[in-house]
């Protein structure tokens, strides 16, 4: 049995991870920020601690003797740069030292694929190891700089650390581009397994994808640390509907990337 903490522990990932992880055999510290819930938590595996993503301090206390840290806390969309700045990239920041100052050797960084939204889709950038940063909004840019900090904190002292570009994460594939970009509940659990139990040292940066058909991305990376997705959205693909062929191929960032797609403003009516 290990002792994992999460930051973020009420949002949509963490909420899937928990039973996943209780399942495991694992305890876990659920950090969320002060005055949000986190809902239905087994008093016997599980704790929660109230404590903003930028405490040094209080993340310190909360992670002491934890193996794990898996780092979820964010925006987790696009924001004005300040709120991107602060909780996102000053949060990062705050969640490395703090798993420093705890002793924790292990860190998983929740990095996304907007981190290289300019890459092209059909591009051998995607499909052939792992691209250099190519950010497409201040979030992609702050997923830039999650792994630099996770970079840094694996050179300087020693922890291993991955940084996985989450895709698509959803209960099953919504639409034409998830197909080849979802990553389902059970893969993102595999892989905060995987970084728990690897042998590699360092700072990896992984996808999080799952094993999709029509996937773009190289699965190795992630291989290479000992996660091995098994979940294929091609079995959703008959109520999922196609992408148009007639369309040009597309960025890794799909809409986010997209001219029209205004910095700064949250996804979702914001185009023009
Ligand atoms: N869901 C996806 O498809 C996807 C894709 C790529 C990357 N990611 C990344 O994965 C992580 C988790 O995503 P999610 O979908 O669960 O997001 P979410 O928005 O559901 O959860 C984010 C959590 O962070 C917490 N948080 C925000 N500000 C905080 C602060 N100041 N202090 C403490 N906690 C704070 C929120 O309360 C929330 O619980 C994020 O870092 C996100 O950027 C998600």
Known sequence: MAL???????????TTLRPRLRAAGHRLVLCEAPGVA??????GLERTVACDVRDVEAQAEAFAGADLVVHLAAHADERPWPDILSVNIDGTRAVCEAARLAGVGRLLLASSVHAAGYVPVDSPLASEGM??????????????????LGGMYAGRFGMTVVSARIMNFD????????LQAWLSADDM????????????TGHHVVWGVSRN???????????????DPQDDAEAYASGVQEQDPSLPPKLLGGGFADAGYRLGEPHGGTRG
């Open 38 to 43: 986190v809902a239905d938590v087994d008093p």
């Open 189 to 200: 659990a595999r892989l905060v397994l995987a970084v728990l139990t690897t042998e590699a």
């Open 213 to 227: 058909t029509r996937r773009r991305v190289d699965l190795r990376p992630g291989l290479a640390i000992g996660f």
């Open 131 to 148: 691209p250099l940063p190519a950010p497409d909004t201040y979030y992609g840019v702050s997923k830039a700089a999650l792994e630099a």
């Open 171 to 178: 209960g099953s594939p919504a639409g034409p581009r998830s």
């Open 4 to 14: 994992l903490a999460l930051t973020g522990a009420s949002g949509r990932i963490a």
